[in-house]
């Protein structure tokens, strides 16, 4: 290990040699979502997270780890607003109990987004539903642990 740092450190130039142009916020960055969009991506993952959160408190025999396993199918409810992804993927777990009404506010927020993948996005619409589904994946897919539980 130390002699593959020593090959590399001489490739990696000083931090003081090379010159960078501060972030111009204006022009570098395209905010494809406003506040509004954002808070709708935050509630849905939200509802999302209660859903999941009444899932194990009514079939306590499931393991986070299976419950996990619902990220994929329910990524494909996110992205399609068809909830047959996410309920076949609970039936293949062994959810006997589904809480209906996280359910249905989960998956009416799901619906309501009208989220479809487009890339390249040709308009402002479609940027934003990409924009939305990446964060969707990154916070779906991003940790073992989700869904994060309420304390208090």
Same mark, same amino acid.
């Given at each position: 290990m130390a002699r593959v740092a020593g090959a590399l450190e001489n490739l990696i130039p000083p931090p003081d040699s090379v010159d960078t142009e501060p972030l111009r916020m204006d022009l570098d960055l395209d905010d494809v979502q406003n506040e509004e969009e !954002? =808070? *709708?991506c935050l509630s !849905?993952?939200?509802? $999302? /997270?209660? +859903? !999941?959160a009444d899932l194990r408190a009514r079939n306590p025999s499931l393991t986070a780890t299976r419950i996990h396993e619902l990220t994929p199918k329910a990524f494909l409810t996110f992205v399609t607003g068809d909830r047959r992804h996410l309920e076949k993927a609970m039936r293949e777990i062994g959810v006997s109990n589904v809480p209906a009404v996280a359910y249905g506010r989960a *998956?009416? +927020?799901?619906? =309501? &987004?009208? +989220? /479809? $993948?487009? @890339?390249? @996005?040709?308009?402002?619409? &479609?940027?934003? &539903? @990409? &924009?939305?589904?990446h964060h969707l994946a990154g916070c779906t897919f991003a940790s073992p642990y989700y869904p994060f539980r309420r304390t208090g």
């Amino acid at each position: 290990m130390a002699r593959v740092a020593g090959a590399l450190e001489n490739l990696i130039p000083p931090p003081d040699s090379v010159d960078t142009e501060p972030l111009r916020m204006d022009l570098d960055l395209d905010d494809v979502q406003n506040e509004e969009e !954002m =808070d *709708v991506c935050l509630s !849905m993952l939200w509802r $999302y /997270s209660e +859903l !999941m959160a009444d899932l194990r408190a009514r079939n306590p025999s499931l393991t986070a780890t299976r419950i996990h396993e619902l990220t994929p199918k329910a990524f494909l409810t996110f992205v399609t607003g068809d909830r047959r992804h996410l309920e076949k993927a609970m039936r293949e777990i062994g959810v006997s109990n589904v809480p209906a009404v996280a359910y249905g506010r989960a *998956v009416g +927020l799901i619906r =309501d &987004a009208r +989220l /479809s $993948y487009q @890339a390249p @996005a040709t308009t402002r619409e &479609a940027a934003c &539903a @990409a &924009a939305r589904i990446h964060h969707l994946a990154g916070c779906t897919f991003a940790s073992p642990y989700y869904p994060f539980r309420r304390t208090g």
